[in-house]
């Protein structure tokens, strides 16, 4: 099993580019979220989703959209690229669909984004 | 609203014991500690539940105090291996379908 794949690795925009950053995973999981990591922030919660077709924000959601067709995708959208959205972004997942509060979350490797 | 988490740094030598404090304004209902090395992903600890017992894993335990909302990160005699950034991530009695974490604990050990 490959776990959580995020794609790409790296990324660099300019302002006002669109992008999507790319989650899968093959554990057939029911929550995947979105979280960006800033240096003294932590980890902040973007957008997650406990079931395909169902989504909900996290505590940053502003500038970023996400849609769950699929159990195994969960693909984060930014509309219009902003300097402040530089960061690293993981996704991670959680086999329960009550939520991550009694199941381990199992994160990607991350993606470096550096919007110019 | 985040938790907080204290010391914000630690260092050791190793075969120190040190502990890593996290606590919420709010009521909490499970507690999720991850290390992370540098630019590597988060790996998970441990999970406490409200109403459960204090874990352990190895030489890295840690507790629930449910009334003072808040977990205690305890790791015993250190090794090299240990250092990272602790995190402690809270999920609330009402929002059992998000993990919120706190700004992290950065965890140094020496020879």
């Known amino acids: 099993n490959a776990g959580v794949t995020q794609t790409p690795k790296f990324q660099v925009l300019k302002t006002g580019q669109s992008m999507t950053l790319q989650c899968a995973q093959d554990?057939?999981?029911?929550?995947m979220s979105w979280y960006r990591q800033d240096p003294g922030m932590g980890l902040r919660l973007i957008h997650y989703?406990?079931?395909?077709?169902?989504?909900d924000q996290g505590e940053v959601p502003n500038g970023y959209n996400v849609s769950r067709s699929t159990t195994e995708d969960f693909p984060l959208r930014l509309l219009s690229a902003a300097p402040s959205q530089t960061s690293v972004y993981f996704c991670?997942?959680?086999?329960?669909?009550?939520?991550?509060?009694?199941?381990?979350?199992?994160f990607g490797n991350g993606t470096r984004l550096t919007v110019t | 609203q985040q938790p907080v988490q204290s010391p914000q740094a630690v260092i050791l030598r190793e075969g120190e014991d040190a502990v890593i404090n996290c606590s919420s304004s709010?009521?909490?209902?499970?507690v999720h500690w991850y290390r992370q090395k540098h630019g590597e992903a988060p790996v998970f600890l441990m999970i406490?539940?409200?109403?459960?017992e204090q874990k352990g894993h190895d030489k890295i335990s840690a507790s629930f105090n449910e009334k003072k909302q808040q977990s205690s990160l305890y790791l015993t005699a250190s090794q090299l291996s240990y250092s990272g950034t602790y995190f402690c991530?809270?999920?609330?009695?009402?929002?059992?379908?998000?993990?919120?974490f706190g700004t992290g604990t950065r965890l140094q050990v020496f020879p």
């Open positions: 989703s406990v079931g395909a077709g169902i989504t």
């Open positions: 991670a997942s959680s086999y329960s669909n009550d939520g991550p509060y009694n199941s381990p979350l199992h």
């Open positions: 406490l539940l409200k109403g459960g």
């Open positions: 991530g809270t999920s609330g009695a009402y929002n059992t379908d998000k993990l919120i």
């Open positions: 709010k009521a909490l209902y499970s």
């Open positions: 554990m057939n999981h029911e929550y």
